[in-house]
């Protein structure tokens, strides 16, 4: 692998104080429908009674219900790299870009169609010496209104561009209060929830549609070149697959349960594995771990922060 130089080129100053250009989209219910069907909705049964709204809206009904998580297609719909690029200072090799982690805040229910406007920030930058890590926060507001929607904060590892700083003070910066998104730690308890799904073996290309053309995971030979013996599921599609379980399961099916989301990426998932999510109530939070069962390995865990205690849990 080739040097990137950063230490030379890195300029962390620089990338933190770089001002993104407002950008602006709009999108419709068909997007709305074609990003719930990319993340499984209907999938096992296609006259599905809580989970029909989200594709479908009936004779009186004037629009589909949204997933909450569609709103993590906002920051790209512009764009498919966050404008990294463009950032100056930020010295990276694309092919060792990772998405760590995500996390959303939730501040209306989210409309079936809307003219959005969003403003990025950079919201930490950490210097980790074999990786930098660069969280970017996205915030979209309905643009007539002007009134806030959600808040997308990526985290972003970028392999082979850390050791900017010196090794005894480590560069660290964060433009947000640390107790925001908590640490997860699965509790050893039995789940108050265990919800199993199918994924098809289609379901990654169907998901791209809503925006993420990465060939990793369409063609079968980038796939190989990375590592993998096929092309893979994407993470935020996953993410979608763990939360609709959460709301099917324990929000009685009500998309405008949640407050936040938080998920953390550990490993990539194959279209047509079997995912079993499992939640366990603690207070306000959902907390949920989703394994891959064909692998019996954890691919994601995290956090929903919810706006009512399920009495029936």
Not at 11 to 20: A, M, N, R, Y
Not at 32 to 38: C, H, N, R
Not at 86 to 92: A, K, M, N, R, S
């Given at each position: 692998?080739?040097?990137?130089?950063?230490?030379?080129?890195?300029?962390?100053?620089?990338?933190?104080?770089?001002?993104?250009?407002?950008?602006s989209f709009s999108y419709n219910e068909r997007d709305a429908v074609i990003y719930a069907l990319g993340i499984g909705a209907c999938s096992g049964d296609a006259a599905d009674e809580k989970e029909l709204k989200y594709v479908y809206h009936r004779d009186g009904e004037e629009n589909v219900q949204v997933l909450p998580?569609?709103?993590?297609?906002?920051?790209?719909?512009?764009?498919?790299?966050l404008l990294l690029h463009d950032v100056p200072g930020l010295e990276f090799d694309p092919k060792l870009l990772l998405h760590g982690q995500q996390y959303i805040e939730i501040y209306k229910p989210i409309p079936s169609s809307c003219y959005v406007k969003n403003t990025t920030t950079v919201a930490g930058l950490h210097?980790?010496?074999?990786?930098?890590?660069?969280?970017?926060?996205?915030?979209?507001?309905?643009?007539?209104?002007?009134?806030?929607?959600?808040m997308n904060r990526s985290t972003i590892y970028l392999r082979g561009a850390g050791g900017f700083s010196k090794s005894s003070q480590p560069y660290s910066y964060a433009n947000y209060p640390s107790h925001q998104v908590s640490p997860?730690?699965?509790?050893?308890?039995?789940?108050?929830?265990?919800?199993?799904?199918?994924?098809?073996?289609?379901?990654a290309l169907l998901y791209r549609l809503s925006g993420d053309y990465n060939p990793l995971h369409s063609d079968p030979m980038v796939a190989r070149i990375a590592g993998f013996n096929r092309p893979i599921l994407h993470g935020l599609c996953t993410l979608g697959y763990a939360v609709r379980a959460i709301v099917r399961s324990i929000c009685d099916g009500d998309p405008t349960a949640l407050r936040?989301?938080?998920?953390?990426?550990?490993?990539h998932v194959y279209p047509g594995e079997s995912?079993?999510?499992?939640?366990?109530?603690?207070?306000?939070?959902?907390?949920?771990q989703t394994k891959v069962k064909e692998r019996n390995r954890a691919v994601l865990s995290g956090y929903v922060t919810l706006k009512n205690i399920p009495s029936s849990l």
């Amino acid at each position: 692998m080739a040097s990137l130089r950063v230490k030379a080129q890195f300029d962390p100053e620089l990338v933190i104080s770089h001002k993104f250009p407002e950008d602006s989209f709009s999108y419709n219910e068909r997007d709305a429908v074609i990003y719930a069907l990319g993340i499984g909705a209907c999938s096992g049964d296609a006259a599905d009674e809580k989970e029909l709204k989200y594709v479908y809206h009936r004779d009186g009904e004037e629009n589909v219900q949204v997933l909450p998580t569609f709103v993590v297609l906002f920051p790209f719909k512009t764009k498919s790299d966050l404008l990294l690029h463009d950032v100056p200072g930020l010295e990276f090799d694309p092919k060792l870009l990772l998405h760590g982690q995500q996390y959303i805040e939730i501040y209306k229910p989210i409309p079936s169609s809307c003219y959005v406007k969003n403003t990025t920030t950079v919201a930490g930058l950490h210097d980790k010496g074999k990786a930098t890590i660069i969280e970017l926060e996205t915030v979209s507001y309905a643009k007539k209104s002007g009134e806030a929607l959600c808040m997308n904060r990526s985290t972003i590892y970028l392999r082979g561009a850390g050791g900017f700083s010196k090794s005894s003070q480590p560069y660290s910066y964060a433009n947000y209060p640390s107790h925001q998104v908590s640490p997860v730690s699965v509790p050893k308890q039995k789940p108050s929830v265990i919800y199993e799904e199918q994924i098809q073996q289609s379901q990654a290309l169907l998901y791209r549609l809503s925006g993420d053309y990465n060939p990793l995971h369409s063609d079968p030979m980038v796939a190989r070149i990375a590592g993998f013996n096929r092309p893979i599921l994407h993470g935020l599609c996953t993410l979608g697959y763990a939360v609709r379980a959460i709301v099917r399961s324990i929000c009685d099916g009500d998309p405008t349960a949640l407050r936040s989301i938080f998920g953390r990426f550990l490993l990539h998932v194959y279209p047509g594995e079997s995912l079993i999510t499992e939640v366990w109530i603690d207070g306000s939070r959902a907390i949920f771990q989703t394994k891959v069962k064909e692998r019996n390995r954890a691919v994601l865990s995290g956090y929903v922060t919810l706006k009512n205690i399920p009495s029936s849990l």
